[in-house]
C-alpha cells in the first residue's frame, strides 16, 4: 500500500463521520427552513386574499349607504309586514279546516 493510498483511508475513516455528521446537520437545518418559508408563504397568500376583501368593503358599505338614505329603501320591509297578516290567515284557514273535518268524521259517524 503506498502512502497516498494510507493518507486517502485515514482520512475516510476520521473525516467521513464528521462530514457525516456535519451534513445531517444542514440537511436538517435547511428542512426546518425551507418548511417555514412555506408556512410563511401561505401566510401571506391568506394576508393577500384578506387584503383584497378589505378593500372591496368600502365601495360596498357607500353603495349600502346610499340606498338606505333613498326614499324606498325599506320597501322590502312593508312587504314582510303585509307577509304576516297572510301568514296569520293562512294558519288560521288550516285549523278552520282541521276542526271542521273532526266535526264533519262526527256528523257522518252517526
Known sequence: ????????RIVDAKVCPYLDGHFRYLSFTFRTQNAYTEQCMRAVRRISALNTDLVQLPPALSNLKANLRGKNS??????LHNMLYAYGATVIEI???KEFSKFESLIFEY
Open 74 to 79: 325599506f320597501s322590502h320591509i312593508q312587504r
Open 1 to 8: 500500500m503506498t502512502l497516498r493510498d494510507e493518507l486517502v
Open 95 to 97: 285549523v278552520r279546516r
